[in-house]
């Protein structure tokens, strides 16, 4: 099931007759057991035929005619794409809260360049919150809290916001387009490999989606973080750090500040961060069993 819905998404992307001509074909082979041309000539085209075949769902049954690959699993993908809505664009596409929190986050940006505005989001707004969280604990445990916010935040957009199922079947397609571009190269069949450049247009549009997708929870994430990234900056640059007690990291050492570069130009209290992200965040998908990679 997990190859042939694919190939039974592409045939309805072809319209609906190609979706009948399927279910023409299933009915007829589960029928005889095998079927031939001449059995669903009265209905469906030649071209509809040849489709079928190219698409890998129905295989030669060793000179007897042929036979639906996983008929089970083709029913299963003929029912889904008949419930399936015909317009998916409010799922992929950016919704007004989506554009509404990438201004936002633009605008968030001018914290970094302009201390006006850093000092109000930082020191009038968020210090408030994390304000009480700074006088109870060492510098070092606050950055290791964030980090575990941060995380935490992002992780669960990164799951309700990306479809990696889909992206997995994205993949799916262009490596089962790949095998059928070889097939027909190999039978030298010119109209099928005319065909298939036509389907590479139509997947490669549909992979620009998917970037845009990929950056929607981004947007979302940004919106999360900056704000805690602009209030340490206000905490280490600004407002001042209690030097005491000191922290020691890892292969640099002891460190005298927050404010020291300890790795090139990058100071100690964003290596720390890093540090505690990188590290917690893992452990959170895991705990949370969230996949972050693409998935059929």
């Known amino acids: 099931m997990a190859r042939t819905a694919p190939k039974v998404e592409r045939l309805a992307e072809d319209g609906e007759a190609m979706t009948d001509a399927l279910s023409t074909v299933l009915a007829a082979a589960e029928e005889n057991g095998t079927v031939t041309w001449s059995d669903v000539s009265d209905d469906l085209t030649s071209g509809e035929w040849g489709r079928l075949i190219e698409s890998g769902l129905l295989i030669d049954a060793d000179g007897e005619g042929f ?9 299963e993908a003929l029912e889904e794409s008949d419930a399936a809505p015909s317009d998916d664009d409010e799922d992929s596409g950016w919704s007004k809260w989506d554009k509404l929190a990438g201004l936002a986050t633009l605008g ?11 000092d109000v989001i930082a020191g009038d707004f968020i210090d408030i919150f994390l304000g009480p969280l700074n006088d109870m604990l060492p510098f070092y ?8 916010i941060t995380g935490t935040t ?10 990696m199922s889909g992206m997995g079947d994205h993949q799916e397609k262009m490596e089962d387009l790949k095998e059928r571009r070889k097939a027909a190269k190999e039978r030298d069949d010119q109209e099928a490999l ?21 950056f929607r929870p981004m947007v979302w994430i940004m ?20 030097a005491s007690p000191v922290i020691t990291l890892p292969i640099f050492g002891e460190v005298e500040a927050w404010s020291n570069s ?12 890093f540090l505690c992200s990188l590290s917690f965040t893992q452990i959170i998908r895991k705990a949370l069993n969230v996949e972050t990679t693409p998935t059929g």
């Open 67 to 75: 036979v639906i690959d996983d008929p089970d699993g083709v029913r």
């Open 108 to 118: 968030l940006f001018a914290g970094y360049s302009m201390t006006s505005v850093r």
């Open 141 to 148: 445990a606050v950055i290791l809290v964030l980090a575990i």
């Open 154 to 163: 992002s992780t669960i957009l990164q799951d309700n916001l990306m479809d």
């Open 194 to 214: 005319d065909r298939l450049e036509e389907e590479q247009m139509e997947l490669m549009t549909d992979q620009m989606g998917m970037f845009k997708q990929q």
């Open 223 to 242: 919106l999360v973080n900056i704000p805690l990234f602009l209030w340490l900056y206000w905490i280490v640059f600004g407002a001042g750090v209690d």
């Open 262 to 273: 300890v790795a090139g130009p990058v100071q100690a209290w964003i290596v720390w961060y």
